[in-house]
T-cell receptor, first 113, second 112 residues
Framework: NAGVTQTPKFQVLKTGQSMTLQCAQDMNHEYMSWYRQDPGMGLRLIHYSVGAGITDQGEVPNGYNVSRSTTEDFPLRLLSAAPSQTSVYFC????????????FGAGTRLSVL | SQQGEEDPQALSIQEGENATMNCSYKTSINNLQWYRQNSGRGLVHLILIRSNEREKHSGRLRVTLDTSKKSSSLLITASRAADTASYFCATDAMDSNYQLIWGAGTKLIIKP
């Protein structure tokens, strides 16, 4: 099993550009999340999904969109990149609501110039 | 809305020594988890302790939970160079609607 796969690993954008960060998991997990990690801070939840077709906002959703058309895939779209979105982005999945143990991808390091 | 706060922010010890890091949180929880993050990598789950548990062990890891003080500690015994990483606590609050709340982490450096 590959686990949680994120692409790309690195990306540089110019202000105003849009892009999609890809996330796929092969563990048949219902729950998937997107986080951003900034220096000196814990993870902050951007969006999450409790199953195909169901998404909801987390703590910092502005400037980001998500969709969940299949159980496996949970892409994160940056609509119009801003320097404040420079961060490391992590996708995670978990099997059950009960314990919510999360499995993480390797991350995407994004710089917005 | 960070719930978890960890201390110390950074810890540097000699290989073989024990490392202790602490996590405090603000609201009632279902469980508390600890994760490790090696430099440039994703987080890896270490251990979960439920709100009705007081202590849990996994290999060289020992986690305690004091719900009256809303705090937890992670002890790594007989540290190794490979334990060098950042360690994060995450709480599953009772009213969280699935969202884990993360602490800012403790950066642990093991000196050879």
């Amino acid at each position: 099993n590959a686990g949680v796969t994120q692409t790309p690993k690195f990306q540089v954008l110019k202000t105003g550009q849009s892009m999609t960060l890809q996330c796929a998991q092969d563990m048949n997990h219902e729950y998937m999340s997107w986080y951003r990690q900034d220096p000196g801070m814990g993870l902050r939840l951007i969006h999450y999904s409790v199953g195909a077709g169901i998404t909801d906002q987390g703590e910092v959703p502005n400037g980001y969109n998500v969709s969940r058309s299949t159980t496996e895939d949970f892409p994160l779209r940056l609509l119009s990149a801003a320097p404040s979105q420079t961060s490391v982005y992590f996708c995670a999945s978990s099997y059950s609501r009960g314990e919510n143990i999360q499995y993480f991808g390797a991350g995407t390091r994004l710089s917005v110039l | 809305s960070q719930q978890g706060e960890e201390d110390p922010q950074a810890l540097s010890i000699q290989e073989g020594e024990n490392a202790t890091m602490n996590c405090s949180y603000k609201t009632s929880i279902n469980n508390l988890q600890w994760y490790r993050q090696n430099s440039g990598r994703g987080l890896v789950h270490l251990i979960l302790i439920r709100s009705n548990e007081r202590e849990k062990h996994s290999g060289r890891l020992r986690v305690t939970l004091d719900t009256s003080k809303k705090s937890s500690s992670l002890l790594i015994t007989a540290s190794r160079a490979a334990d060098t990483a950042s360690y994060f606590c995450a709480t599953d609050a009772m009213d969280s609607n699935y969202q884990l709340i993360w602490g800012a982490g403790t950066k642990l450096i093991i000196k050879p």
